[in-house]
């Protein structure tokens, strides 16, 4: 519900600016924060960290393959020997010959024996036939026929012990995780500060434009004056040229103003996420005055080490790297893991290989020591602590700055504050010299060359104060984000 409201706000504000309605400074920041494309990139990068984070936590719990795979050999599985297969096939026939050797030294001995000798040979044949086939079905139940074979298992993989590295991994995706929040809220704040800064350059070039136009137009009133006071013999022409030379001036800055305007719009339609051609019109352009607060800063710096995003995520990245130390540490430690599965092949290896699909369950534990690595283990624990130092002096190095930064920025506050003071003071002066040389010229006694000088006082003096206001406004809003405060 809350995202639905946030679209048709979002749809409302675009709406009114192509509209031509008038947009505050918080409008365009809140249509830059919801269409800017490096801000949707920096939520995807958080969505992935968030997403590896679970899956780093998934390393905790067992896990269960299935794998099947089939193969083809040239040759199969043998039990027997050749030598083993002839011996079995000729079995019968070898105890034949050897029963009739045996027959023969019995004769020999006894001869009397002969007549049942004879009627023995019949026998001892059809005895060596049979021995001879149950030889040879002794080899061809021994055949196993592993040529064409088919396995599948089920494998579960529960770790018990994997040195840290689990843990450690864990530890840096939610880090990670973290670092990715941060990285947008930086870039959230650098968006604001560019849009801020093209807020006020356009109200800037909108009141210099104005201005522009005021200063054309006592020009033209002084040029067409001195066209009568020539006619009247009281001025001469080149009174007249040196006006026109400014009135030309005038007219060359009033369009460089008006192309400058036309770009800022385009810049912060960008910003914006708005096509380029949008007319963009802001309520800030309506005021010839800015509400400029001018109390002065005092600059704090731990406030900015507290909460500038750039230096969380260095701080992050920071505990990322020693956590990295312990990943390199786990690799050289011994591992254990509890192993379990059920695996069935074809053919079976179980119930004298037949061709059916048959399995066996089975459970264990593996255990894996590294012994010996030539010192790799060492060189690479020592590299990621180096590592992790480097990361340690970058985030001192940053605070360092970040503590200058802050202390600039308000000192450029300050600065600006003072250059207002001074510049309204200058205005004031301006306008009561601009009206005096009026005076004087009327009566004939400021020449054109003074008055001139007086109406280019006015406008530098006008652009001072234009230019110190919103130096105030600019140098408040990078003083914000320099304490990571700008929202």
Excluded at 172 to 180: V, Y
């Amino acid at each position: 519900m809350k995202k639905i409201c946030i679209a048709f706000l979002f749809c409302c504000q675009c709406l009114a600016a192509l509209a031509g309605e008038p947009l505050s400074l918080d409008s365009c920041r809140s249509m830059a924060l919801r269409n800017n494309r490096s801000l949707a990139a920096a939520r995807a990068n958080i969505d992935k960290a968030h997403n590896e984070r679970k899956a780093a936590f998934t390393n905790y719990l067992p896990k269960i393959d299935i794998t099947a795979a089939y193969m083809r050999t040239g040759d199969e599985l043998s039990l027997l020997s050749d030598d083993q297969k002839a011996k079995l096939s000729s079995l019968g026939t070898s105890m034949s010959g050897q029963m009739q050797q045996m027959a023969g030294q019995i004769l020999a001995q006894h001869p009397e024996l002969a007549p049942l000798a004879q009627n023995m040979g019949a026998y001892l044949g059809q005895a060596g036939a049979f021995g001879n086939s149950l030889g040879q079905g002794l080899v061809d139940a021994l055949h196993t026929d592993t040529r064409n074979l088919t396995v599948g298992a089920v494998i579960l993989k529960q770790p018990l012990y994997m040195g840290g590295k689990i843990r450690a991994y864990d530890r840096i995706t939610r880090l990670s995780e973290q670092l990715a929040g941060k990285k947008l809220d930086a870039e959230e704040q650098e968006l604001l500060l560019n849009v801020d800064k093209a807020y006020w350059q356009i109200v800037s070039l909108k009141n210099k434009m104005r201005l522009a136009e005021s200063y054309r137009d006592m020009l033209a009133r002084l040029d067409s004056d001195l066209v009568k006071m020539i006619a009247e013999g009281v001025a001469t022409k080149a009174n007249e040229l040196s006006v026109s030379v400014k009135l030309n001036e005038a007219e060359m800055t009033l369009t460089k103003v008006s192309d400058g305007l036309t770009l800022s719009r385009m810049v912060l339609c960008e910003l914006c996420g708005l096509p380029l051609e949008t007319e963009l019109v802001l309520d800030g352009e309506q005021w010839e005055n800015l509400p400029c607060p001018t109390d002065d800063i005092a600059a704090n710096p731990d406030g900015a080490i507290a909460n500038r995003p750039e230096l969380a995520q260095l701080s992050l990245a920071d505990n990322i790297y020693k956590e990295k130390i312990k990943v390199e540490r786990s690799e050289f430690l011994p591992h254990l893991a509890l192993m379990g599965g059920y695996a069935v092949t074809n053919p079976a290896l179980k119930n004298g290989f037949e061709r059916k699909f048959r399995g066996t369950w089975s459970v264990g534990v593996t255990l894996n020591i590294p012994v010996w690595n030539w010192g790799e283990g060492k060189y690479k624990v020592r590299a990621a602590r180096a590592e992790a130092r480097m990361a340690t002096l970058r985030r001192e190095d940053a605070e360092e700055k970040i503590r200058l930064q802050v202390t600039q920025q308000a000192f450029r506050v300050n600065e600006a504050n003072k250059k207002l003071s001074l510049s309204l003071r200058n205005l004031d002066n301006a306008e009561e010299n601009l009206r005096t040389a009026r005076l004087g010229f009327k009566e004939g006694v400021i020449p054109t060359s003074d008055l001139l000088a007086a109406q280019t006082a006015w406008l530098q003096a006008h652009s001072d104060k234009i230019d110190a206001q919103i130096d105030i406004m600019i140098s408040r809003a990078e003083y914000q984000k320099a304490i990571g405060e700008l929202k």
